[in-house]
């Protein structure tokens, strides 16, 4: 399935040598970010490829974006439908492959990728229990995955947060391996916006591929559209980190 | 099964009603007049069936034919200017107006009510607000990119103003933030008159390429007809006649289940798949379902097109099989379109439903009959001449007169009443003055419900609250955006619903060209009470009037809106309440204008002048006074100020732009301020010596045509000779101090930012938690 931008043409991306390397954003009935993580990879300099959830090839993509939404209407459970998509499991299989396929999970994506296994724990409804759209600062506790080698460990950016089932919950044993084997990727800082435990905004899978979170750093990309301060553009990185890695070597 | 389903009613076909023209029928109950029920028989040559009387009795209800208010509304339509219909491509009568962007780009926008139903059950009531809108701006062609929420509730300590604002809020967030479109704006008013009746607006806003305009009409025979979406099901059922059309009365049985029930998530999947089918030009006419459900879609759609249209009833998808072929008709479940899809095309049609798991059923198609033909098991039960039931409703000339209290409201005025008494003059008491109107509920922050709301999905979000207006990209190559307020003042309305009327409109048209934007077209929701009151009939024909003129004199057209009438409990009325949605446009969006003041040192500007008007504002209502008359409309000014703005703007000349309104310049001042959280010193002796003013109603007042600028050095001198140029009042009445963390006003006792902070943060959480 082609794409095209909700409203005008792509802007022309601005380093040339990483637009070779194709990131996938998945469609889900639903997905509402899918334009946005799209625009994201873009901008970061990459090239954004749309996939559809019933698609039963993974295209030729060298990474995956699973953006943010209602896929399913979070009917059930947020994630819990789309688990099943046909794409998943070709997502889910790739991921787990020796070529430790890419994989971005941010907000509802992140959820899924709980439902698939591909990341432990699960989101309920935060503890306050109403939808929040706030900026959001994060801590980098791991810049050594695939989304987060352009961030200095222990850096902190600002992102939008929104959502309504945001709290990360996992068992204190899974917690505490998470944090023995340094997987817990973000950390709120400051404010913890939805109870998460241990103040948990995002984790990684043991190889350093799959990364989901809540906050959305596909809203941090492009000044005077996201965060009104830190020029609003902190979220690029994961992009930009995923790229190079792909293109290799560093910048 | 369909015979099964036939054999539980007795349907009562147009040959039946022929051969029992005496069979008594419940037209009362569904809200027509005698005079409405006779003309229906005249219109037929026989009384209608029970599907007919369902049909005719949502149609010709108040909400959907505008039957009291059509004689007045014309006036949106003749006060018009070729200069202003230059950028109009599609006016009034369609599902939306459509304006031209340039560039090949077109935008349509719309304000309706959802009040009714958001006071017997607030989140759907809410939610479904939303849902209806947006399938307004879908049917035009246009996808969905914003919405936005006027809303007004009873007083804020009133025990039953935290069910309704937690119900509304939480339903336009539930439903908005499922349908990816970010909310950008809005209003939040309490108001005593507001408590039995609240009114919850809601507005969306949409683009598209020119050559995807759409239009609801059946023409073509042979063209196949088809719902699609969800099912039909037994919500909402006379919903529009019904709830919106009468007042909440305690002795008739409950309507409860009238109110609509929504899913989002089969919204948002139908905006998509609507806009794969207008991509691939699958579909000749479309219309969304909104109030009066299918009987409104057919009739319309056969109506606007050349011919007429033939349906098969049973070939509807229920949710509920017990639903009588009257209650098909009526209901108003929600996430459903109808369209009108040619034969070539059926099977294209089909695969973009396939694709996005969408339900869909062919109805029937299109004839030359000029006949509205609906069936049931092949039996016909609807038999009419379309035009009669969606357009040639009954049009009333409800008696009107100016109210005998009106003369003695308007000698009332605030300065000198028993209100009045103990004004604020010393630094102290003023200081204390300004954190008290800064906290009250009206001017108070407002992010308890904004942050509830998605302000960044679609990523194209330049500006929303708190800013004076939202402002949206639309094209991310060349950075062309439009900017978009609501605003009306039903105090001011109430003392003076002409001017009242036309100070909403100023209020939307300046807060639109505060953020940079050139205003160009006009929607609104007009929220009044009974019109069978004569007072309340007044304040609407005023209110008309008074707004058409001032579209006129500001050059910006109505390209569409709604009526929301008998808005009251019992007797009382709300304030009539003129919703007014300004749409502007910025050629590029990077330009815009926020409302908060940043550099140190920056000069502030005060634009226009100030005169002693307390009359209907946010300090009279502190202190429980409303009387006298609201301040003084210069449209002409409007215009010049709003040149200024939008020039500033475009040449860089001001880093920030906040119009001043309700609450006047000390409400715009402390909002500046906490904006970023940066100070300034203000000195304003000059001022009160140039407008003859004291300190009080320099800060208070809420003289109209003004606004706050904030200036850098290198741009000053540029900045008062524009100014000077066009012979606009301008005054240099501070600097910006990012020092002081504090606002400090000569003769006012500085109030540190923090201190104004929790005082104006503080007032949503304590009351909603």
Known sequence: ?251 | MTTETNKKFNIDTVENAANTPDTELPWAELGLKQNEFDEIVKVLGRRPTGAELAMYSVMWSEHCSYKSSKNHLRQFGQKVTEEMKKDMLVGIGENAGVTNLGDGWAVTFKIESHNSPSFVEPYQGAATGIGGIVRDIISMGARPVAVMDPLRFGEIDHPDTARVMHGAVAGIGGYGNSLGLPNIGGEMVFDAVYQGNPLVNALAVGVMRHEDIRLANASGKGNKVVLFGARTGGDGIGGASVLASESFDDTKPSKRPAVQVGDPFAEKVLIECCLELFKGSLVEGIQDLGAAGISCATSELASNGDGGMQVELTSVLLRDPTLTPGEILMSESQERMMAVVTPENVEAFEAVMDKWAVEYAWLGEVTDTGRLIITWEGEVIVDVDPRTVAHDGPVYDRPYARPSWQDALQADTFTGSVQDAGRPSAPSELAAAVTELVASPNMCDKSWITKQYDRYVGGNTAMAFPDDAGVVRVDEETGLGVALATDANGRYTYLDPYNGAQLALAEAYRNVATSGAVPMAVSDCLNFGSPEDPDVMWQLAESIRGLSDACMELGVPVTGGNVSLYNQTGTTPIHPSPVVAVLGKLDDVARRTPSGWKEDGQAIYLLGTTAAELDGSEWAKLRGHLGGLPPRVDLAAERQLGEILINASRDGMVDSAHDLSEGGLAAALVESALRYGVGARIALEELLERDGVDLFTALFSESQARAIVSVPRSEEVRFKDMCTARGFAHLRIGVVDAASNALEINGVEAMSLDALREAHEGTLPKYFG
């Not at chain 1, 990483?18 to 873009?42: C, E, Q, S, W, Y």
């Not at chain 1, 059930?76 to 997502?91: D, E, Q, T, W």
């Not at chain 1, 439902?115 to 980098?140: A, T, Y």
């Open chain 1, 1 to 251: 399935m082609t794409e095209l931008p909700l409203i005008g043409d792509a802007p022309v991306a601005a380093e040339s040598r990483l637009n070779g390397a194709k990131i996938g954003v998945v469609t889900f009935p639903g997905t509402l970010d899918d334009r946005d993580a799209a625009r994201a990879v873009r901008l970061a300099g990459g090239t954004a490829v749309a996939l559809w959830h019933a698609d039963t090839e993974l295209a030729d993509v060298d990474a995956v974006v699973i953006p943010g939404g209602f896929s399913y209407g979070d009917y059930l459970r947020a994630g819990a439908i789309s688990r099943f998509a046909p794409l998943m499991s070709k997502i889910i299989d790739a991921a787990n492959s020796d070529a430790k396929l890419p994989v971005l999970g941010i907000c509802n994506g992140f959820q899924i990728l709980t439902e698939s296994h591909l990341l432990p724990g699960s989101m309920i409804k935060n503890d306050h229990l109403k939808f929040l759209c706030r900026d959001q600062v994060l801590r980098v506790e791991n810049n050594t995955t695939a989304w987060t080698t352009d961030y200095e460990a222990g850096q902190e950016i600002l992102v939008p947060l929104k959502n309504q089932d945001g709290q990360y919950i996992a068992d204190e044993k899974t917690l505490d391996a998470l944090e023995a084997e340094g997987r817990v990727a973000f950390r709120y800082v400051g404010f913890n916006p939805n109870g998460s435990r241990r103040d948990i905004a995002g984790i990684t899978n043991a190889a350093g591929n799959v990364v989901g979170l809540m906050p959305h750093p596909e809203h941090a990309v492009e000044p005077g559209f996201g965060p009104e301060s830190n020029a609003g553009t902190d979220g690029l990185g994961f992009f930009t980190s995923v790229l190079n890695k792909i293109v290799g070597g560093a910048k």
